[in-house]
């Protein structure tokens, strides 16, 4: 399986600062990577997928970026509503897997 | 609108069955794969298993194959997830997602219902 290893573990930050997640890939993935957005009592939301396409809906202060094994997802300008958890997602291979997730929470 | 909405969960005994539904509504069901993915208490998302939009095939990681059968009726927009031989570490909110295409990413899921395998 290919593992997913995300960092920080923990990330402190206040709104209007803009901040990075990493992502590394056990082995290339090419650009097949999600991001995802996780919040207490809301659906997950998807981000970011094919490496850098932005969902719809999603706003463009997301961005992600990267390729084969190492991929950065930023947000700029935090607004209060970007603090939360986030995790990537391989979808090159099956099984289909996440890293262990970013919390990133309000300075 | 596109809602999932997921019914089924509760306290299961080891060794024992559970079956999770989902109901799907806001888009043409039978022309999106689906799938369910878990989460422990406190911990990460595992991909659980995914179904092509007829039913026809269907994908599991080795931590549930053969114990968990995924299912689907496009003519009632629901999602299945057979649970049988359930174990502890079994036990997570479980999640019904909708792939966009046959890239087993997920663009919606559901609010998930808790599984809690324990005697």
């Known amino acids: 399986d290919v593992q997913m290893t995300q960092s920080p573990y923990n990330l402190a930050a206040s709104p209007g600062e803009s901040v990075s997640i990493n992502c590394k890939a056990s082995k290339s993935i090419s650009k097949y990577l999600a991001w995802y957005q996780q919040k207490p009592g809301k659906a997950n939301k998807l981000l970011i997928y094919?490496?850098?396409t932005l969902q719809s809906g999603i706003p463009s202060r997301f961005s992600g970026s990267g390729s084969g094994t190492d991929f950065t997802l930023t947000i700029r300008s935090l607004e209060p509503e970007d603090f939360g958890l986030y995790y990537c997602?391989?979808?090159?291979?099956?099984?289909?897997?996440f890293g262990a997730g970013t919390k990133l929470e309000l300075k | 609108e596109v809602q999932l909405v997921e019914t089924g969960g509760g306290l299961v005994l080891p060794g024992r069955s559970l079956k999770l539904s989902c109901v799907a509504s806001?888009?043409?069901?039978?022309?999106?794969?689906m799938s369910w993915t878990r989460q422990p208490p406190g911990k990460g998302l595992e991909w659980v298993a995914s179904i092509t939009n007829s039913g026809g095939s269907a994908y599991y990681p080795d931590s549930v194959k053969g114990r968990f059968t995924i299912s689907r009726d496009n003519a009632q927009n629901t999602l299945y997830l057979q649970m049988n031989s359930l174990r502890s570490e079994d036990t997570a909110t479980y999640y019904c997602t909708r792939a966009p295409n046959w890239e087993p990413y997920f663009d919606y899921w559901g609010q998930g219902v808790m599984v809690t395998v324990s005697s």
């Open positions: 094919d490496e850098s």
């Open positions: 806001g888009f043409t069901f039978n022309n999106y794969w």
């Open positions: 997602q391989q979808y090159d291979e099956y099984p289909p897997t």
